[in-house]
């Protein structure tokens, strides 16, 4: 499966859909590195407490990064990496470093004096209880996981419409939707496609 990761020089923050697989987690921060040398990584953003979007934060832990998550997964996150880990031997294993992490509450702000990046809590999810949502302001840019358009021949998601209630109360006002599991890498989606999958959703099922 393809992911897609958004690193932000923004006095050094990463923003990531955690990696299921170590290896390409420890890529997305070695990236991150090269991209920006100068830069200590600050933070690493967890969308969500599931298993693909967690795993890979074994990578960043160690590195003394903080991990940012909806404040439903606070406790979730600092138990799951505070246990002794004696299967695997990653960084986390052979470091014992404790995860240092801030749960988001409703909304959270990262921003230095060029660029922002907003987080905000997504409500009666039933996905999950503890999502957040990303947002860069001057770039016009959405990101988000697990709010996809469906596959060929499926019904659009409850979870679409629930997104779209979101944006609208946060006016938040964006031109490219970054998914984090892209069913077509090369496209980014647009607000339009976003509405129209918004509209597919409303209609009664027998249309
Ligand atoms: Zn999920
Ligand atoms: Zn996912």
Do not use: C
């Amino acid at each position: 499966m393809t992911y897609r990761v958004i690193a932000l020089d923004l006095d050094g923050t990463l923003l990531d859909r955690q990696k299921r697989i170590l290896p390409e987690s420890l890529a997305v921060l070695a990236e991150a590195k090269r991209l920006f040398p100068t830069k200590k990584v600050k933070y690493v953003v967890n969308t969500h407490p599931h298993f693909d979007h967690v795993a890979g934060l074994v990578a960043f832990i160690p590195e003394g990064i903080t991990v940012i998550t909806d404040d439903n997964n606070k406790f979730f996150v600092e138990a799951a990496f505070s246990e002794p880990r004696t299967l695997l031997d990653d960084g986390l294993a052979r470091k014992k470093k404790a995860p240092k992490v801030e749960g988001v509450i409703d909304d959270f702000v990262l921003k230095d004096a060029t660029r922002e990046l907003r987080l905000h809590h997504v409500d009666d999810l039933e996905h999950s209880e503890g999502m957040l949502i990303a947002y860069l302001p001057a770039e016009r840019i959405l990101f988000t996981a697990d709010f996809d358009p469906p596959l060929k021949g499926r019904a659009v998601d409850a979870s679409i419409p629930i997104l779209l209630k979101t944006l609208d109360r946060l006016k938040i006002d964006f031109d490219r939707h970054v998914t984090v599991h892209p069913l077509t890498p090369d496209h980014l989606m647009t607000r339009d496609e976003l509405l129209a999958l918004g509209r597919a959703a409303e209609k009664p099922a027998q249309e």
